[in-house]
Nanobody, 123 residues
C-alpha cells in the first residue's frame, strides 16, 4: 500500500504562487510514476503533471507549461508541485496519485490517491 497525503493548498490571488506537497510513504516497490491531478467542482479529474518515480523524468499537461513544476526530495518522501502565475481557472481540488505505469496520464491508471487539497485562485 502506498500512502499519499497532500498539503499546501489555500487561497491566492490570480498571478500568485502556491506550492503543494505530497508526502509519500508505505510500499512503493510497484510505483513507477507519481502524478498530480485536479478536479474542478462538478468535473472529472484532470491530469496536471507526472514524475517518474525512478527516473525523475517529468511530464506536464499543456496548460501548465512555464507555470508549474513537479519535483521531489532526494529521499523520495515528498513530491512537490510548484505553481506560479496562477489563474482563476486553476481553482480545483488537487490530488496526488501513484501508478505502476511509468507513462500514465489517465486517472484510471492510478491506483493510489491522496485525499486532495483545495486550491482557490481569485481575481
Amino acid at each position: 500500500q502506498v500512502n499519499l497525503v497532500e498539503s499546501g493548498g489555500g487561497s491566492v490571488q490570480a498571478g500568485g504562487s502556491l506550492e503543494l506537497s505530497c508526502a509519500v510513504s508505505g510500499r512503493t516497490s510497484n510505483t513507477y510514476a507519481v502524478a498530480w491531478f485536479r478536479q474542478i467542482s462538478g468535473g472529472q479529474r484532470e491530469y496536471v503533471a507526472r514524475l517518474g518515480w525512478n527516473s525523475d523524468n517529468t511530464d506536464y499537461a499543456w496548460f501548465t507549461e512555464g507555470r508549474f513544476t513537479i519535483s521531489r526530495d532526494n529521499a523520495k518522501t515528498t513530491v512537490h508541485l510548484q505553481m506560479n502565475s496562477l489563474k482563476v481557472e486553476d481553482t480545483a481540488v488537487y490530488y496526488c496519485a501513484a501508478s505502476n505505469l511509468a507513462g500514465a496520464r489517465g486517472a484510471d491508471l492510478y491506483n493510489n490517491w491522496g485525499q486532495g487539497t483545495q486550491v482557490t485562485v481569485s481575481s
